[in-house]
């Protein structure tokens, strides 16, 4: 915070006009991710209010067993989430007893595969590649949970 509006005085200082025109770029953009933001909050409110904090850490904390990194692989990879949305929603998740190991394969099969965008690519690179490739990443981030075992 400190060095954004550091940098926001220097750069008001160098130049006002256009550091007034990234200022207002910066917060029309945000204005239009704010309203995913907010959905996302409020889903993942609804569903910390409906599952405890102690069911979610049975099925997806630590302990939980082998079968929670295919169940947070899968749910990664049927979602549609922005990355900027992803990482405050992992945060709740952490907070609420989720393991670093299956929020890794969350967020790896959130960003790496695409169930839902399967047809899309298939219609740029084929049906065979793009299926291989979203195996391959979904093998690739059970893997890294994994792995994140050794390193946490």
Not at 30 to 35: E, Q, V, W
Not at 51 to 73: D, H, N, Q, R
Not at 104 to 116: C, D, H, K, N, P
């Amino acid at each position: 915070m400190v060095l954004t509006i550091l940098g926001i005085g220097l750069s008001f200082f160098k130049d006002r006009e256009k550091t007034l025109q990234g200022i207002r770029k910066g917060l029309k953009m945000f204005a239009g991710i704010l309203p995913a933001l907010i959905y996302i909050l409020i889903l993942v409110s609804v569903l910390l209010w409906i599952f405890p904090k102690e069911t979610i850490s049975s099925f997806l904390g630590y302990g939980s067993g082998w079968i929670s990194f295919f169940v947070a692989g899968i749910i990664g990879a049927i979602s549609l989430i922005p990355g900027f949305v992803a990482y405050p929603l992992a945060n709740v998740l952490l907070k609420s007893g989720v393991s670093y190991q299956i929020l890794a394969v969350f967020i790896t099969t959130l960003m790496m595969v695409g169930v839902l965008t399967l047809p899309i690519e298939a219609k740029y690179f084929g049906w065979r590649s793009s299926i291989i490739r979203n195996v391959l990443s979904f093998i690739a981030a059970i893997i890294i949970g994994f792995l994140m075992r050794f390193f946490l």
